[in-house]
């Protein structure tokens, strides 16, 4: 990906710009990014584990959020929108802010071709910086994958494959991969551009 040089934004044009906009719009360092929409099978593993989580974690303390909630990364400042979010206890929001929390325990991104890169390398880096974080999950659309990063109590990160089962330590529950990819077509994958989930900065 190519950045053109631009004028930086402040973050209440920031607020203003993503409150009206229809697209969802990360923010780092006065640039905003565009996240357009995915693909049908991104949409359903997505939705799929979101129910997962939900259905298991009920009455536990701990909720899981849509691509809906932004998350900030104070160290970094990178605001943005994870596929799904989970919080146990209390939300911490943002100062000032009702709509940005800052405490996640565990995110998950189901990968585009598009995307699987900054996903994987600078988006990853920028949540193991947060401090709640316990685990980071992602999820393919090309094939049945699903890897979990997960926090040591010394700071380091360790990734592991779950071929069958998705075991989340932080959460205490375990989501069959085969429930994460019920009802994804994967012959109807479809690797042109424009049906893909991106990230494009704004001009």
């Not at 929001?93 to 699987?116: A, M, W």
């Not at 600078?122 to 947060?130: C, D, G, L, N, V």
Request: aromatic share 8%; charged share 20%.
């Amino acid at each position: 990906m190519h950045l053109a040089k631009k004028e930086t934004m402040s973050l209440e044009q920031y607020f203003a710009l993503a409150e009206a906009s229809v697209e969802k719009l990360e923010y780092l360092g006065g640039e905003i990014f565009a996240m357009s929409g995915g693909t049908p099978n991104h949409a359903q593993v997505a939705m799929n584990v979101g129910t997962a989580l939900t259905n298991r974690l009920r009455g536990r303390g701990c909720r899981a959020y849509s691509s809906d909630l932004r998350i900030h990364i104070p160290d970094t400042g990178l605001f943005t929108y994870p596929d799904i979010s989970v919080i146990c206890g209390p939300i911490l929001y943002l100062v000032g802010r009702k709509d940005t929390v800052v405490n996640p325990v565990v995110l998950v991104e189901v990968l585009s071709p598009s995307t699987e890169a900054y996903d994987r390398g600078e988006k990853a880096a920028h949540y193991r910086s947060i401090a709640s974080l316990q685990s980071y999950v992602l999820v393919s659309i090309a094939r049945m994958a699903v890897e979990r990063f997960d926090r040591a109590s010394d700071g380091s990160w360790s990734l592991r494959d779950c071929p069958e089962v998705l075991a989340i330590p932080a959460l205490g529950i375990e989501l069959p991969v085969a429930e994460i990819y019920a009802e994804v077509d994967f012959s109807a994958v479809d690797a042109s551009p424009e049906a893909l989930s991106t990230r494009s900065p704004l001009p």
